[in-house]
């Protein structure tokens, strides 16, 4: 009995080890990042910020601000899935 148990589990053993289906990977394509409207105006605003603070600590006249970044209350965000 523990025989046929034991050629049992070793034949079950061996037919899994020799399984070829395994699944395929799909192939991925990149998807490239497009910065939204908000992301670039902020990084602008990141820019200038640097700008202004060399100049602040130059004690050099500084830039008027932009009027790009009067946009802020109209930028179009990232959307939730991208």
């Known amino acids: 009995m523990y025989k046929l148990l034991a050629l049992l ?4 053993i061996l037919m899994s080890c020799h399984s070829s289906n395994a ?3 799909a ?3 990149p998807v490239m990042y497009q910065p939204s409207e ?9 820019e200038f910020n640097k700008v202004v603070k060399t100049q ?4 050099t006249a500084l830039i008027p ?6 946009n802020i209350h109209s930028a179009v965000l990232t ?3 991208e």
């Open 23 to 25: 699944p395929k990977k």
């Open 79 to 81: 959307a939730k899935f």
């Open 38 to 46: 908000m992301a670039i105006l902020m990084r602008g605003m990141y």
């Open 56 to 59: 602040i600590v130059n004690k």
């Open 9 to 12: 589990v070793a034949s079950v």
């Open 65 to 70: 601000l932009p009027e790009e970044f009067e």
């Open 27 to 29: 192939e991925i394509k």
